[in-house]
């Protein structure tokens, strides 16, 4: 559940911003269950968010980067070169229909030009731990290079709804998936740590 808010320049790099808050992620096969959820992945550290109640591996190293007038209250991560950028976001109710949002997101964030030179990879229905999901993959244009997006987002109707994304220099897509990947599998509700 991303919402682009374009890549920003300085001295000659862009950062990966997510779409509005609203954006499905790439491939999101049944996980392990909560109960028996994989240890933290060796170079990544625990982080637990005690305002959305949730806990998610971080690879070493990234930053935390505030996010001004965030509806979501999302933790966002930068890696050390400021080109990839993870987002977890947590929405008080999930809608009916995981894939309706993202669908809708997609046109907001294209006719609201946050998404320049956006190119669908995927948008699909998919289960999450058993819960009703959806995933989104995408690409688009920054300022000075193109982007590769994956955002999955998942929940129970009425419960919280839950956005896992992450975007990558398209270069380096293979390298980066495989964090989206870790997270998404540590992923912990506050309930389940």
Excluded: C
Aim: glycine share 8%; no cysteine; hydrophobic share 35%.
């Amino acid at each position: 559940m991303l919402l682009l808010s374009g890549d920003a320049e300085g001295d000659g790099e862009d950062e990966a911003e997510s779409p509005a808050n609203d954006v499905p992620a790439a491939t999101a096969s049944p996980s392990a269950s909560p109960r028996t959820l994989p240890p933290v992945p060796k170079g990544y550290h625990l982080f637990e968010d005690k305002k959305t109640r949730v806990a998610f591996p971080v690879p070493d190293g990234w930053t935390r980067k505030q996010v001004p007038n965030d509806p979501n209250g999302a933790a966002v991560y930068v890696d050390p070169s400021g080109l990839v950028r993870l987002e977890v976001s947590v929405l008080d109710l999930a809608s009916s229909d995981p894939l309706q949002r993202w669908v809708d997101d997609e046109a907001k964030s294209v006719a609201e030009g946050k998404l320049p030179g956006y190119k669908q990879l995927r948008m699909q229905d998919t289960e999450f731990r058993g819960e009703p999901a959806a995933l989104w993959e995408f690409t688009f244009k920054g300022r000075a290079r193109d982007y590769r997006a994956v955002d999955l987002g998942f929940g129970r109707p009425g419960g919280n709804e839950y956005a896992i994304y992450l975007s990558a220099p398209s270069a380096d897509w293979a390298r980066y998936k495989k964090v989206f990947d870790d997270v998404k599998d540590g992923f912990r509700p506050s309930d389940e740590h």
